[in-house]
């Protein structure tokens, strides 16, 4: 199983990127995907969910609520978090989670995100 990350960089604050989750080696639709974020000194937040294919409900952070979006493609294996409005807290190494059971849950290597200008 791997699930690599990608869309991490540099922005100003109020800008945005697009992070991407590329997932193989598991059945993609049948797993619960999430997003997470760790900044310096940090514990590791759950950012962001989605359900698996049936249901495709989302959640959000309060602190990111109305400027994120989690998505996925079920036909491409991926898993997507939009981020707008970015502000400096936001600045975070950002992993991408599938999870299926307690036993059954993958984590990418993380892409660094820094919000500054």
């Known amino acids: 199983v791997q699930l690599v990350e990608s869309g991490g960089g540099l922005v100003g604050p109020g800008g945005s990127l697009r992070l991407s989750c590329v997932t193989s080696?598991?059945?993609?639709?049948?797993?619960?995907m999430m997003w997470y974020r760790q900044a310096p000194g940090k514990e590791r937040e759950l950012v962001a969910a989605?359900?698996?294919?049936?249901?495709?409900?989302?959640n959000y952070a309060d602190s990111v609520k109305g400027r994120f979006t989690i998505s996925r493609d079920n036909a491409k294996n991926t898993v997507y978090l939009q981020m707008n409005s970015l502000k400096p807290e936001d600045t975070a190494v950002y992993f991408c989670?599938?999870?299926?059971?307690?036993?059954?849950?993958?984590w990418g290597q993380g892409t660094q995100v820094t919000v500054s200008s």
């Open positions: 989605i359900t698996s294919a049936g249901g495709s409900t989302t």
């Open positions: 080696g598991l059945t993609f639709s049948a797993y619960y």
């Open positions: 989670n599938a999870w299926l059971t307690r036993n059954l849950n993958y």
